[in-house]
Each structure stands twice: as structure tokens, then as C-alpha cells.
């Protein structure tokens, strides 16, 4: 399983991005999608997931403010950003549990905010 992210840039804080993460599965409407990242010497930490029927869980740090969802016709996952702020500064990862298939990850997009 290939994950291909983009969307991501350069936004003034307050602005909005639309992230996209393309999926190259044949068994994608399965599988938990999801959104990771990784600030400068920072862990990489979970910011939203979405299941296979649709059912979206969201960081505390961004509920209100992101979006995820998904397309199975499209094997694409999106996440929506808005009231972007500095520390939303990071490398964007899509992440597919694939569940007994195993678990993939793109190769990140990168998010700058400035304030």
C-alpha cells in the first residue's frame, strides 16, 4: 500500500489548508484512516482518525478546527484545516490500518503556519 499526501504549505496563522492523501489499495474502504505529526523535536502525535464506516476521532488540540473524511470511490482521506496557529506547524503523515494486513504510512507533507 502506497500513501501519497499533498496540500500541505506555507499559511499565516488564522488561514486554512486542505490536506489530501491519495491511497493505492484495493481494499481501502477497510481500512482506519488516519493523520499524524511531527513538529521539530517533537514526537509524532495523533491528530484525527477515521474508520471505515465513517466515524471520526480528533486530538483535543484540534477538535473544532480540523476535519477528516474520506472517499472510498476516490481511495483518498482529506483533512481540513482551519484556524491555523503556529503550533499546527509540523509534517503532516497519512496512516492506513490495514488491520490484519498491517499498517502504512505516507511520506509526510509539510505544514508551516506563521504568526
Known amino acids: 500500500v502506497q500513501l501519497v499526501e499533498s496540500g500541505g504549505g506555507l499559511v499565516q496563522s488564522g488561514g486554512f489548508l486542505n490536506l489530501s492523501c491519495v491511497a493505492s489499495?484495493?481494499?481501502?474502504?477497510?481500512?482506519?484512516m488516519g493523520w499524524h505529526r511531527q513538529a521539530p523535536g517533537k514526537q509524532r502525535e495523533l491528530v484525527a482518525t477515521?474508520?471505515?464506516?465513517?466515524?471520526?476521532n480528533y486530538a483535543d488540540s484540534v477538535k473544532g478546527r480540523f476535519t477528516i473524511s474520506r472517499d472510498n470511490a476516490k481511495n483518498t482521506v482529506y483533512l481540513e484545516m482551519k484556524s491555523l496557529t503556529a503550533e499546527d506547524t509540523a509534517v503532516y503523515y497519512c496512516?492506513?490500518?490495514?488491520?490484519?494486513?498491517?499498517?502504512?504510512w505516507g511520506r509526510g507533507t509539510q505544514v508551516t503556519v506563521s504568526s
Open positions: 496512516h492506513a490500518d490495514a488491520h490484519i494486513l498491517g499498517d502504512y
Open positions: 489499495a484495493n481494499m481501502f474502504s477497510i481500512y482506519t
Open positions: 477515521i474508520s471505515s464506516d465513517g466515524i471520526a
